[in-house]
């Protein structure tokens, strides 16, 4: 038997870091959770979810004014309510009531209004590439990002969206027209309506992964691996999708927050929801900022990069 020299032996399938993943899956976890910490992400995400709160009315309108040109304005409103479900469970009816009295009158929109809804319907994603800075430390070190595409960048992900909820409206119109078919099979007729609404559920799923997983190809500084984007992606929305069936029973349940804040309640809920979604969020984000640092035993824990980085200014040179 030919003596095969180890330099041109097969390498393994699996990459260093998924082995090490696989071999040691509560370590890493608890690693992730640890940097999570020490990076101090509950207060990124109280940043995050506020901004959020304080675009997200200006970028609807924006979306829905410029989709109703396209599409039904009733079709659209009906799409973005089901999906903003997703986002701030049991307060989308209040939104969406919203949206309809200020399309009512979108004839009074100036270009000076125009402009400033876009101004703050960019503020959330602005917050959002700061705080993936944070996570990221290991790569701003690297490498920096040209000031011109951080301004550019919110504003062309928003046109993203845009394209995105007209993409989603258009197959959800055709999913339901479907749920209202009907199939005659052994001399029986068997109502589509569940078909539907399982494929509704799935497309709001995989449209959830996909804008985790560009938020984690975009946000960050330099070139992501997709395989690594997807892992942030599916971790956030299984966790977030666990989150919010939790959420739902409790506001339905338990939930005494209206008689505490009265009027406050929506801005509350939206509040809490968001600030739950950009921790999810945000701790995708660590998941893969560990899975980059597996299998390099030189790379410093995710919480040292901070420490590490904050001795080195301050200490004086010898």
């Not at 960048?153 to 009907?182: D, F, R």
């Not at 919010?244 to 929506?266: C, D, E, I, K, N």
């Not at 390099?296 to 901070?306: C, I, K, V």
Request: charged letters at 10%.
């Amino acid at each position: 038997m030919t003596h095969v020299p180890p330099a041109q032996r097969a390498r393994p399938i699996a990459p260093s870091q998924a082995r090490e993943l696989l071999r040691h899956p509560g370590a890493f976890a608890l690693g992730t959770l640890k940097a999570f910490r020490a990076n101090q992400g509950l207060l990124l995400a109280g940043a995050v979810a506020y901004y959020a709160l304080l675009s997200i009315v200006p970028l609807l309108i924006l979306i829905v004014i410029a989709l109703s040109h396209v599409v039904d304005q009733g079709a659209l409103l009906e799409t973005l309510g089901r999906y903003l479900e997703w986002l701030v469970p049991g307060q989308a009816r209040a939104i969406v009531t919203e949206l309809s009295t200020f399309l009512a009158h979108r004839e009074l929109v100036g270009w000076v209004l125009g402009v400033t809804m876009l101004f703050f319907s960019s503020l959330a994603f602005t917050v959002l590439e700061n705080a993936m800075s944070v996570i990221f430390l290991h790569r701003v070190v690297d490498r920096r990002r040209h000031p011109l595409i951080s301004i550019v960048m919110p504003y062309l992900y928003i046109l993203s969206l845009g394209i995105g909820l007209l993409l989603v409206t258009l197959v959800a119109g055709s999913l339901q027209a479907i749920g209202q078919e009907s199939v005659d099979f052994l001399g029986r007729r068997w109502s589509l309506h569940g078909v539907s609404g399982a494929l509704l559920y799935l497309l709001g799923v995989a449209g959830e992964v996909f804008v985790l997983t560009s938020v984690y190809l975009v946000m960050p500084v330099g070139r992501l691996r997709i395989s690594h984007a997807l892992l942030g992606g599916v971790t956030a929305a299984v966790l977030w999708e666990i989150t919010r069936h939790v959420l739902v029973w409790y506001f339905a349940t338990l939930s005494q927050v209206s008689v505490v804040y009265g009027s406050l309640t929506t801005a509350i809920v939206v509040l809490l929801s968001l600030e739950i979604a950009a921790t999810l969020l945000l701790l995708g984000a660590q998941v893969i900022a560990e899975y980059e640092r597996l299998g390099r035993p030189q790379a410093a824990p995710a919480g040292a990069w901070a420490a590490g980085v904050t001795r080195t200014t301050s200490s004086p040179s010898r």
